[in-house]
């Protein structure tokens, strides 16, 4: 057992946050909030703050990237150097890269990229504040930013993780139960399908273990999906 | 990647300072509307997001545990760096950082440093063996002109904003701060002017930015003395523009002091 695991993770039905084992933490979503960006959001969820900020569709760099049947969808995914506990080094590494990639494939299905060949639709989501599910975060804040710039899209895409702590399925994994828990679901959504569009998993499940922590992070992603809405009926309920 | 400003709008921009205006409607030593939030992320040891007009800019602050550079055995380390991330502006690439990148965070430092801002001798803890390492990190949000301003006033307020973690056997016990601040001694504001034509205009917004001749940036100290100077673009200024824009600076300097809360 890792040094500073914690002795029991869930004390008379509450986390060691306070929240119910099937409860996110809470989630605010703005859409714009960045000038210079096509679109843009920032997210803030328990810890966590995300902005993306969208362009496009606009030319390709470099251009061999540039594909002649549709859009190329770029997500780049980037810490802050103060975003987490020891200061990160500043630049791409390689647990950056393989998430910016799973976060492109997961928004990938609901962008109608064919509309726009030899274009790019890039995303640039920087976490300022990492608090254990930036990545769900990260493809949160984008989905709403591409939304925001105005590209056609078939759906949403909200993402949540649950996961395994002390025995118990949890949803929304918070920083010690990240850190200690036993295993860790990160999913996305296309909710108007019901398609899964990322799936990641890394610790120890059961098979049924597996299942009631899928439908709990299924039915997180449906909470995100209704706050990613009103925070686009926010910004553009109101316009004439 | 460049962006292009029409012909007229350069000379239109131009011909309005000429006229004693400017194309947002501010005076020539008016900022824009500026607001400085503090506290924003818990893992950060201090942080500030600073908003000037549209431009924003998150300054984050890291404090590790190091040795102390063997020629200044007494003293803490300071290192400042920007990052001019590609959601800033379509025009801004990732990768590694370019020469405006570079002179932002070289500007912004020695403001700080000259000024002597940070008491860098109190951050020592054992001589030649073991100190404070600061890192601040200027994290430019949405780019709309002016980010040496915006990120030098992001750093101190994150600085002021910075309390140190605790510490057990020389390591930094990640997640508990104390009520320990930084050792503050100053409270250094940088100020800059672009030269468009005839004119010279203070926070120069991102069209102004496009098309000036020139920039100047001072940094002003808390007595009101300079601790560094920048000039930037392919313009010149002439002796009086310099001596005239570093008494504005100063006088502008004090009114950004007075947002900087200790």
């Given amino acids: ?240 | 990647m460049e962006h292009v400003v029409a012909e007229i709008r350069r000379d239109h921009i131009a011909n309005i300072i000429r006229d004693g205006k400017r194309v947002d409607g501010r005076g020539f030593d008016d900022y824009r509307p500026i607001t400085i939030e503090t506290d924003i992320g818990h893992k950060a040891d201090g942080s500030a997001l600073v908003k000037m007009g549209d431009t924003q800019v998150m300054a984050g602050i890291k404090l590790l545990l190091g040795q102390p550079f063997s020629d200044m055995p007494n003293s803490g380390v300071l290192t400042t760096n920007a990052e001019l991330r590609p959601g800033a502006s379509p025009t801004f690439e990732a990768g590694p950082p370019k020469p405006p990148t570079v002179e932002i965070a070289r500007v912004v430092d020695r403001g700080i440093r000259e000024s002597g801002a940070i008491d860098v001798d109190k951050l020592c803890i054992t001589e030649g063996e073991l100190c404070w390492i600061v890192f601040v990190d200027m994290h430019v949000l949405d780019y709309s002109g002016n980010l040496f301003d915006a990120g030098m006033l992001s750093s101190m307020a994150a600085l002021l904003d910075t309390r140190l973690p605790k510490v057990e056997d020389g390591k930094i016990i990640y997640g508990e701060k104390t009520n320990n601040k930084l050792p503050i001694a100053n409270k250094p504001v940088e100020t800059t002017f672009a030269k468009i034509g005839s004119g010279v205009v203070l926070d120069p917004n991102l069209d102004e930015e496009r098309v000036m001749d020139a920039r100047l940036t001072v940094a002003t100290d808390k007595s009101g003395d300079m601790c560094a100077m920048q000039k930037g673009g392919e313009g010149t200024f002439t002796p009086d523009e310099i001596f005239e824009t570093v008494e504005r600076g100063a006088k502008k300097a004090k009114e950004l002091q007075k947002l900087l809360k200790d």
Avoid at chain 1, 88 to 99: L, N, Y
Avoid at chain 1, 136 to 148: F, W
Avoid at chain 1, 155 to 180: M, Q, R, S, T, Y
Avoid at chain 1, 203 to 221: Q, R, Y
Wanted: proline residues 6%; charged residues 25%; contains cysteine.
């Fill in chain 1, 1 to 240: 057992m890792k040094v500073g695991t914690p002795e029991k993770f869930i004390v008379k039905g509450k986390r060691l946050d306070g929240r119910a084992p099937d409860e996110i933490r809470p989630i605010k979503i703005e859409a714009g909030v960045l000038k210079r960006a096509d679109g843009s959001a920032r997210v803030e969820w328990g810890g966590n703050i995300a902005v993306a900020a969208c362009y496009g569709p606009r030319e390709v760099h470099p251009r061999h990237m540039a594909k002649p049947d549709k859009a190329v969808l770029r997500i780049n995914y980037n810490m802050a150097p103060f975003s987490v506990s020891d200061r990160k080094r500043p630049g791409t590494d390689r647990r950056s890269m393989e998430i910016s990639k799973v976060t492109s494939e997961a928004l990938e299905p609901v962008v109608f990229t064919h509309l726009y060949p030899n274009t790019a639709i890039d995303v640039f989501v920087e976490i300022l504040n990492a608090a254990a599910g930036t990545r769900c975060t990260g493809i949160t804040a984008a989905s709403v930013a591409i939304a925001d710039a105005g590209i056609p899209m078939k759906d949403l895409v909200p993402a949540c993780a649950a996961g395994k702590v002390g025995g118990e399925i949890v949803v929304d994994l918070c920083d010690i139960e990240d850190n200690f828990g036993e295993a860790d679901l990160p999913m996305a959504i296309i909710p108007r399908t019901g398609d899964i569009s990322l799936l990641q998993m890394d610790g120890n499940f059961t098979p049924s273990e597996f299942k009631k922590a899928f439908e709990m992070a299924k039915t997180g992603c449906e909470q995100v999906y209704k706050v990613q809405m009103d925070a686009l009926r926010n910004k553009y309920g109101k316009m004439e």
